[in-house]
């Protein structure tokens, strides 16, 4: 409670009451074990609405009932629930509700868990009075390939269509029609597809909408519900598996007001069927596909990483638990010698820039944003690279009335709730930090529109992704300094970073400059770009991959390739038989988020324990217990026999974890920040010095002419890429998911389209340095004009292929002939 | 040659087509000269005080004295909006119609005069897309009003801006209850908003909100004008003023007539409207539109006001009178009424919702005979459950007058159901001669 | 005779001060709201759009015009008119077709050139409102291209029962032959009859035969 809220007695049924001045009677009446029924009521849709009637209660001095959902208490409220009153009032709106309900419970997926079950049976009347035809749709239709919708069950909550307005705000699904006949639908009943459209089966009080990969797999008495983080992206979202047999059937949220607000994105709730995907790895393999026993393959990768000798092998980690992680630049730094360690896909910041951004007084934690006064994106665009984030700065927006700016390159899903954006060309983002600086600091330059914006605000939380690069990250300190957030509650910064558990993975070693709890390194190893040339020049010999694929994931599709082929020899934990898989002497599987057990740490320091919550198939080992068995072999003892002392090892190495436990985690996690280790986080060096701009700006390079047969013409424009939510295995391998796998497209402006003499939809070449991508022209009117945008990480196109460490040109070309 | 009956102050030289143009508004009645007065020399208070003063209800339905609503807006610096609420979609209502196509000036007048007493800087009128034609004849006064200074930027150098737009609906009777016009005039679907935030609080676009009936806001230059006394002289203590009155259904003269409220109400059906067809009698009348429950002949010696129309177990509404004669089938007539308000149900919320299309279909059973007496007893106890559980008043706009003719006229409704087969029709055959006199 | 603005007239601009609640545009995601260079709106739709967006404090007002002005252009709410129309007002779609379905005067399906809605309501249906339709709808048979006739609720004119609004013009008192002579006359492009034109009427109390008492 914070302090201006008033603490009020109210009197529900007699029992007396403490509750909040303003809250919600419904609310209030719950902290009193009084349970009024609700069907449209749901505060995380904004604004009550009071159109079920359902809640109706009596309230002394007021003639008419009220709708306990929407009045708010007041001090000395004498409320009555159980009167004859009120009772004829709910038992009235159950019957009105079923007179065009069609009662086909049996064979209903909500049979069992559904409200409108629950409430006609204790507030309804009993009988049917209603002999009268009920109103009749076409049953049940695809509202999208993942959501099916009975309108004949729908009961008009209209809740999904709140979601669409006031939620994900993408205005999507509407109620059409008036009265009786209206209905919940899309426009021109195309199909809603919209990234957070599932949550909408979560929030149906009845059968009216469920999902396509749920439906009719099983009833409620023959599930069990799991908790678990889901690990898809930097959010980590709270999630709850509906498994049976052993495998999960369906994901569903698990709010935690501190991470995910009790939403989920689609990836997340319906990426769960490539737990058994047949692309999986499921037990050990040999170079070639082989499947090997356990113990062979350990020792194997143990022999030949030893072979590689000291301080030749280097490790990348990507999709790892914190125990995990922590074992690997173990393993590497004690076992093999060798400090080449890295978490990240392409350079990163020294340690002193990251040991300065970690500290507790700088870092914003999730729910900051919720009541910051501004919000500044920079170079992220939430939507694509944690999705959840992107619904808490729009709710804070409109719930909050915070203000919005937006700083990228490419334009965001958030623009559009901006007061001021700004657009810096590829690889300019320091160059932009800097001058939002010097604006804050009231010079007048391109960042001063979003300068004026921050600057009217107190509370300024900074969503930066990870890619702005290492300039721009030690600038943040500039432009905390600038904006007053170490000394401001509510202030802060919060990373989008690349990798889901990026912060764990740093704080637990794996970086070339700083070991685990970010201490300092006697010499520091090679990050991952020198790792890449180091395998190419010989210098490194050795390769361990955890959770990474540099061939999809990682710049310079070819680099890569040339240096997994000079590697001598390359130990992969993979999820699925990638390209990256396919070159390792030793391949190990790897678990996801519904089979591992260990700790994450979130981008805002919160570590949350994923836990087993289906069978692993085949036969698959926990990760910690692989990477000790292979320290074991290099004749490095770890102690770490179970998933407690992994945790504790772990905590006992990174100082300011050091107090967490087991408890303190629980189901909704805990920020070390908030815990007595928190001072003994490394202390930071300060805030490195302003760079003159051209010290800043990257280096353009490349060669824009491709060296393709019809390239004539070519004209060249500055790449951009971004990585879509949408791109990778998760979608490939899910088959409900497949039709969302995005295909190439080259996004350019309108004005780059009339003087390449391009239309949307033409099919194009984009060439550089002799490697070439397809694509299909997309005309966007946010795109600056001299830009063009290309998706990474997909199957086909991937522009990955096109980088080479910095900002490039490329030449595009026109395919005479346009494939059918 | 208004007949002697009525008192036109509204409609006063309605007659003539020129008063719809601001030169003939302004000769024939003295037009703007309030408005002048207003702006030139008054402060807000004052206006506000006379309007207090002078008792002036809304003609809108609920019968809210308008001085003391627009004294509810709060204060200060914040945009403040007049919304003229000329939807008029009332089955039984057309008299904000004759008022705005006859005399615009006048309401753009009251609308300029009351947007002083609230401190509203934009102004609108929400007027049904049906009344397509009436707008055009808004359309065309506003343009007038702009273009004369008295609507605009520093109206006569008063150093007071109000602009005035006129917003045609595209029909839907709930845009008429006032949050639905809100969202509507949002540009939203037409649903009604919680209560509260009352609208002089919190309105359109968030800011306080003045919400009045064209009648109403038509009154306010002559109030403003001649002072509250004045007006007082006309109508009775609690009804203050005179009041255009639609009639219309079984009577020879249906049309608008302005009269003194308090005028017993067989002077209006009879007198003024003419009464039913020779040989025929009233059966059952709606006092105040489709929404008020039907009263029968014993209360045709009431004085049509307010309070009587109130204590005799009805309103006065928005003062529409609809009269059936005794060839109307009451059973039919109550199908009629539940199908409209089922039609018009914004389906926002239950009760209202389900609660229409239910009734609906019982009645249609009725008519139809597939019904049973206890069905009488289910479509009673439905009214009753729709009665104080819906988000606005549109279910209990049903409820009431369906369950005023279920227990007025049950034995009717008996007997339908016994003599299975009525015409569903059942109407009137009207002779070519009662079809008006224009004919 | 447009619903959108008199015919001719001109109605002042409003300035467009960005109103508290509703001014900003809703942030979107990709491809949600269609870009103006996608959907094809001809020059003079989207000039009428922005004039009418140009008069409110929220542009979002203008939601119900501008699908006046869809329907008007289009003779119905077309798909491709409603996703012009959110182009220009950065809307979705979705939206305007939502509000578009609301409401009885605009169509989302298809309707015929001349529109009449024929009141069957209370006051109507008393003298003979059903029959009224039922004689449009004989007399406009199998021209559903030319002719959209359907019953209405109350329009407001229960002076003139039963009635019928023509192409939004009201007509009556008719008879049910009159629905014949009406349909001619609209085939024929004359002028509808005019002795039953609402706006030649007089005040009941000033209709020749004076008061009767
Ligand atoms: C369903 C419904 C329809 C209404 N329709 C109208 C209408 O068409 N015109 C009107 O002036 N008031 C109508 N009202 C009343 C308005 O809500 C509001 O009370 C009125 O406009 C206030 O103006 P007044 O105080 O001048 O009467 C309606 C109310 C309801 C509940
Ligand atoms: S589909 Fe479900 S959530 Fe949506 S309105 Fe209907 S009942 Fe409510
Ligand atoms: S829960 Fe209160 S009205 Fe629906």
Redesign the pocket.
């Known amino acids: 409670m914070s302090p201006e809220q008033r603490s009020v007695t109210i009197t529900v049924d007699g029992r007396e009451i403490e509750a909040v001045e303003g809250e919600m009677l419904h609310d209030a009446a719950r902290k009193g074990d009084v349970e009024i029924p609700v069907f449209c009521y749901e505060p995380k849709l904004g604004d009550p609405v009071g159109a079920c009637r359902m809640c109706l209660v009596e309230i002394e001095g007021i003639p008419k009932l009220q709708t306990s959902c929407s009045t708010p208490v007041r001090d000395g409220m004498v409320v009555h629930t159980r009167t004859e009153q009120v009772k004829h009032a709910q038992s009235a709106v159950v019957e009105f509700l079923l007179v065009n309900h069609p009662l086909d419970c049996p064979v209903c997926d909500k049979g069992g868990e559904c409200p409108l079950q629950d409430i006609t049976q204790g507030w309804g009347p009993g009988q049917s009075r209603v002999i009268d035809e009920k109103r009749h749709f076409q049953k049940p239709i695809e509202l999208s390939p993942l959501v099916a919708i009975d309108r004949e069950r729908c009961i008009l909550c209209y809740r999904c269509v709140r979601f669409s307005q006031e939620v994900s705000e993408d205005a999507q699904l509407q109620l059409l029609e008036r009265g009786d006949r209206t209905f919940v639908g899309t426009f021109d009943d195309r199909p809603y597809v919209g990234p957070f459209h599932g949550n909408i089966t979560d929030i149906c009080p009845v059968g009216a909408l469920t999902s396509y990969t749920y439906r009719f797999r099983a009833r409620p008495w023959d599930i069990e519900q799991a908790g678990s983080v889901c690990t898809l992206c930097p959010s980590q979202c709270n999630v709850s598996f509906t498994v049976r047999d052993e495998k999960v059937k369906r994901v569903l949220a698990r709010d935690n007001h501190d991470v995910d607000d009790g939403w989920l994105c689609d990836k997340g709730r319906y990426g769960f069927e490539m737990f058994s995907a047949e692309e999986r790895v499921t037990e050990p393999r040999f170079k070639g596909g082989t499947k090997v026993e356990w113990e062979k393959a350990i020792a194997r990768a143990a022999e030949g990483l030893r072979k590689a000798g000291a301080g030749k092998v280097a490790a990348l980690v990507g999709d790892a638990s914190n125990e995990e992680a922590f074992l690997v630049q173990k393993l590497l730094r004690e076992a093999l010698g060798s400090a080449h360690v890295d978490s990240r896909r392409a350079g990163g910041p020294g340690r002193d820039t990251i040991v300065a951004l970690s500290q507790p007084n700088l870092t914003a934690k999730v729910r900051e944003i919720d009541d910051a006064d501004a919000i500044l994106v920079l170079g992220t665009d939430p939507l694509h690279s944690s999705p959840i984030l992107d619904l808490r700065v729009r709710k804070a927006i409109r719930r909050n009335g915070a203000r919005l700016v937006v700083a990228t390159e490419r334009p965001t899903a958030l623009d559009g709730g901006a007061e001021a954006i700004a657009r810096y060309a590829p690889g300019d983002a320091a160059v932009f930090v800097d001058e939002l600086v010097k604006a804050l600091r009231g010079e007048e330059n391109v960042a001063t529109p979003l300068a004026e914006t921050l600057k009217e605000a107190e509370k300024v939380v900074v969503l930066w992704g990870e890619r702005i690069g290492d300039f721009a990250q030690s600038g943040l300190l500039n432009l905390a300094g600038a904006l007053k957030i170490a000394e401001t509650g509510g202030a802060g910064l919060l990373e989008v970073p690349d990798f889901s558990n990026a912060r764990g993975l740093r704080e637990a070693g794996c970086l070339p400059d700083a070991g685990p709890g970010l201490s300092e390194v006697a010499v520091p190893g090679k990050g991952t770009e020198e790792i890449r040339a180091g395998l190419e020049s010989g210098e490194i010999e050795g390769l361990v991959l955890v959770g990474v694929d540099p061939l999809r994931d990682f710049p310079d599709t070819a680099a890569w390739d040339n240096a997994l082929n000079a590697a001598k020899f390359v130990v992969a934990f993979s999820t699925f038989a990638t390209a990256t898989a396919a070159k390792a002497d030793v391949l190990f599987p790897l678990e996801t988020h519904a089979e591992k057990d260990g700790t994450v740490t979130h981008a805002d320091g919160r570590l949350q324990r994923v836990r087993p919550s289906a069978g692993r198939p085949g036969d698959i080992r926990p990760g910690y217990l692989v990477l000790s068995e292979l320290a074991e072999a290099l004749g490095l003892e770890t102690g770490i026999w179970s998933r407690p002392s992994a945790f504790e090892a772990l905590t006992a190495a990174v100082p300011f974890y050091g107090s967490i436990s087991d408890s303190d985690i629980g189901g909704k996690g805990i920020r070390w920040q908030e815990t007595a280790g928190a001072e003994r986080v490394p202390a930071s060096a300060g805030a490195s010095g302003e760079g003159s701009p051209d010290a800043l700006r990257a280096g353009v390079s490349g060669d824009p002419s491709p060296k393709s047969p019809n390239g004539t013409g070519a004209t060249s424009l500055l790449l951009g890429t971004y990585r879509d939510l949408w791109a990778g295995p998760i979608t490939e391998l899910n088959p409900p998911l497949k039709f969302l796998a995005p295909q190439q497209r080259l996004e350019i402006s309108e004005a780059d389209a009339e003087g390449l003499g391009l239309v949307a939809g033409d099919k194009v070449r984009i060439g550089q340095n002799g490697s070439s991508v397809e694509a299909s022209v997309v005309v966007k009117e946010r795109v600056p004009a001299g830009i063009c945008f290309l998706a990474e990480g997909i199957a086909e196109g991937n522009a990955n292929s096109l980088l080479n460490g910095g900002p490039v040109r490329v030449g595009i070309t026109k395919l005479s002939e346009v494939p059918a | 040659m208004a007949d002697p009956r009525e008192t036109r102050i509204l409609l006063d030289k309605a007659e003539d087509p020129a008063l719809a143009t601001l030169e003939g508004y302004k000769r024939l009645v003295g037009g703007y000269a309030t408005l002048e007065q207003a702006y030139r020399s008054m402060e807000q208070d004052e206006v506000l005080k006379e309007l207090e003063d002078s008792g002036l209800?809304?003609?809108?339905?609920?019968?809210?004295s308008?001085g003391k609503?627009a004294s509810f807006l709060p204060r200060g610096e914040m945009a403040k909006y007049l919304c003229c609420?000329?939807?008029?979609?009332?089955p039984g209502?057309f008299k904000?119609r004759e008022l705005m196509q006859r005399n615009p000036h006048q309401l753009i007048e009251g609308i300029a005069i009351a947007a002083l007493a609230a401190d509203a800087g934009h102004a609108f009128i929400f007027i049904?897309g049906e009344y397509d034609a009436q707008a055009d004849v808004l359309d065309r006064a506003v343009a007038e009003a702009y273009e004369a200074g008295y609507l605009g930027k520093d109206i006569l150098g008063s150093h007071r801006d109000l602009e005035l737009v006129v917003h045609r609906g595209a029909g839907a009777?709930?845009?008429?209850?006032?949050?639905?016009?809100l969202d509507a005039l949002e540009g939203k679907r037409g649903n009604?908003r919680l209560k509260p935030p009352f609208p002089a609080v919190q309105g359109l676009y968030g800011g306080p909100t003045l919400?009045?009936?064209?009648?109403?806001?038509s009154n306010v230059p002559r109030i403003v004008a001649n002072g509250a006394d004045w007006f007082k002289g006309f109508g009775t203590e609690q009804s203050p003023g005179t009041k255009v009155v639609s009639i219309s259904g079984g009577v020879r003269r249906p049309g608008n007539f302005e009269v003194e409220l308090g005028m017993p109400l067989r002077e209006l059906i009879y007198g003024l409207a003419g009464g039913p067809e020779p040989g025929h009698e009233v059966k059952a009348f709606y006092p105040g539109g489709s929404?008020s429950p039907v009263l029968t002949p014993a209360e045709l010696d009431l004085p049509y006001s307010f309070e009587a129309m109130a204590e005799a177990g009805s309103m006065l509404g928005?003062g529409s009178i609809i009269v059936a004669d005794d060839r109307v089938s009451i059973p039919h007539m109550a199908l009629r009424t539940a199908r409209f308000y089922h039609h018009?149900s914004c389906g926002k919320c239950t009760p209202c919702r389900e609660g229409t299309n239910w009734t609906v279909k019982m009645l249609e059973r009725v008519v139809r005979g597939e019904a049973t007496p206890m069905d009488l007893d289910i479509i009673s106890s439905v009214q009753q459950n729709i009665m104080g559980h819906c988000l606005?008043?549109?279910g209990d706009?049903m409820a009431m007058p369906v369950s005023a003719m279920v227990n007025k006229f049950r034995p009717e409704f008996e007997e339908v159901i016994a003599n299975a087969g009525l015409d569903p029709h059942a109407v009137v055959d009207a002779p070519p001669e009662l079809l008006g006199a224009s004919t | 005779m447009s619903p959108v603005d008199g015919p001719g007239i001109f109605n002042p601009n409003l300035p467009v001060d960005r109103a508290v609640t509703e001014g900003r545009v809703p942030p979107r995601a990709e491809e949600q709201i269609p870009e103006l260079h996608e959907v094809g709106c001809p020059e003079e739709l989207r000039e009428r759009i922005e004039t009418l967006m140009s008069r409110y404090p929220d542009r979002k007002s203008a939601s119900i015009p501008a699908l006046w002005a869809v329907q008007e252009r289009y003779g119905w709410c077309t798909p491709e008119g409603i996703r012009q129309a959110a182009a220009v007002m950065r809307v979705t779609p979705a939206y305007l077709e939502s509000v578009a379905s609301f409401y009885d005067l605009l169509h989302t399906d298809p309707v015929g050139t001349h529109r009449i809605e024929v009141c069957t309501n209370i006051s109507c249906w008393m003298r003979g409102g059903d029959e009224l339709l039922d004689a449009f709808k004989t007399a406009a048979e199998g021209q559903d291209a030319e002719f959209f006739v359907t019953g209405f609720e109350c329009l407001g004119a229960c002076d003139i029962a039963p009635m019928a609004s023509i192409d939004q013009r009201y007509y009556g008192p008719l008879e049910a032959a009159e629905a014949q002579t009406a349909i001619d006359q609209l085939k024929a492009g004359e002028e509808v009859l005019p002795a039953k034109d609402l706006l030649k009427r007089p005040l009941a109390a000033d209709l020749p035969g004076g008061s009767n008492g």
């Open positions: 209800r809304g003609r809108g339905g609920a019968g809210f308008m609503k609420n000329a939807d008029e979609s009332e209502a904000d049904r009777y709930i845009c008429g209850e006032e949050t639905a016009l009604p919400i009045n009936n064209v009648e109403t806001l929404s928005s018009e606005c008043v549109l706009s």
